[in-house]
């Protein structure tokens, strides 16, 4: 597993991977890696001949007021984790590296990103966009592997790599959870033993949803009302909970397909994600999957 810090070297050793005929997968991550992240790892492994793992906490996607500062930030025990998972190469490069003192260019969607978590970070789907172009362009690779936990990421790369041509297969993967169902996340360790006692029924609200819709409940307004009131009582401070189009991520009104129910809330002072898609008729997966 070969850790490289600068553009020109990453682009020497894909080059020379190409040039074998070899395929080449990337997993972008901001580090502090956890099972999650591997398992994105161990995906990418099936899908190409060699793999590299981007780790770079981008300035570009954080607010004035978030937490790129605190952010967590341990390359050495990120390089211990990966040991052993068939990683070719680690790209860690530094914000200079990325953007030099001249840097003037962005990428903005028009429509995603002016849904769910951009109507309070409006910045950051643009940070988003700009950083994984950057890394498309500097691995180029033949696939790049996603985890659902940010849905509305995955479909902004999705429509990015779609309007601009880009030769990359995105790979969806499931999102991975602890065995009582909270959503794996680098900023679950920022949770007191409280508020991590609280934090599943964040994704219990959202089975409740999925169960109701399955049994033919169809008023998304309704829906989200409730939600948000089981959220509240048990601590949450929602930023949104959503019923909306999977793919355009519009609300809906009217639940008469799949839809994606969405949400951001506050814990103490951590803000959570998640999400899953809930099918009228359906009912929705174990409660409690497979960490």
């Not at 793999?51 to 050495?76: A, H, K, M, W």
């Not at 609300?251 to 103490?268: E, F, I, N, Q």
Request: charged share 20%; net charge negative; proline share 7%.
């Amino acid at each position: 597993m070969t850790v490289v810090t600068t553009i020109p070297q990453m682009r020497a050793l894909t080059r020379a991977w190409r040039q074998a005929g070899e395929t080449i997968a990337l997993v972008p991550t901001m580090g502090a890696l956890h099972a999650g992240h591997l398992a994105l790892v161990e995906a990418a492994s099936r899908e190409c001949d060699r793999v590299v793992v981007s780790i770079f906490v981008n300035p570009t996607q954080f607010g004035p007021n978030e937490d790129f500062t605190r952010y967590p930030r341990d390359l050495d025990g990120d390089l211990r984790a990966l040991t052993g998972l068939g990683v070719d190469a680690v790209l860690a490069p530094s914000a200079d590296g990325m953007y030099g003192p001249a840097f003037q260019t962005s990428v903005e969607l028009a429509h995603l990103p002016k849904h769910l978590c951009g109507l309070t970070r409006t910045n950051h789907f643009g940070g988003v966009a700009l950083v994984v172009a950057k890394l498309f362009n500097i691995v180029q690779p033949d696939a790049a592997v996603f985890g659902m936990k940010d849905y509305q990421q995955v479909r902004v790369i999705e429509q990015m790599v779609a309007d601009l041509d880009q030769d990359v297969r995105i790979v969806r993967h499931p999102t991975l959870r602890e065995p009582d169902g909270l959503a794996m996340s680098s900023r679950n360790r920022y949770l007191s033993p409280a508020d991590r006692a609280v934090a599943p029924t964040l994704y219990a609200t959202l089975r409740a949803i999925a169960e109701a819709v399955a049994g033919g409940a169809n008023d998304a307004a309704r829906l989200v009302s409730e939600g948000r009131a089981r959220l509240e009582t048990a601590g949450f401070v929602p930023d949104y909970l959503a019923v909306c189009d999977p793919d355009t991520l519009d609300d809906v009104v009217t639940v008469a397909g799949p839809v994606l129910v969405a949400v951001a809330a506050r814990l103490g002072a951590t803000r959570l994600i998640d999400n899953l898609v809930a099918v009228p008729g359906v009912a929705p997966g174990p409660a409690h999957p497979a960490h």
